[in-house]
């Protein structure tokens, strides 16, 4: 949610509230102690190989470069 209100519907009147004096910043939700905060899993299925569109996606998107696209879309890398 909060990449929806800082890049898509960035308003004055929609405030994101600190629970339990814990504010929602990007180190904060990287570090999993603002409460709110949600977890994405990408899974690929073994027996598709190394070579399958998803295993190769997953390894793209845990890649560097992969990991600055994740930041540059206002989501909060893993790294």
Known sequence: YKYYV????KSDNIKILKIEGIE???ETMA??????SVGYYG????S????????KFLEWILSDEGQ????????????
């Open 68 to 79: 600055e696209c994740v930041a540059q879309a206002g989501y909060v890398p893993i790294r």
């Open 31 to 36: 570090a999993e102690t603002y409460p709110l």
């Open 6 to 9: 800082d890049k898509l519907y």
């Open 48 to 55: 598709d190989g190394p070579d399958s569109v998803g295993h």
């Open 43 to 46: 899974v690929a299925r073994e």
């Open 24 to 26: 929602a910043t990007q």
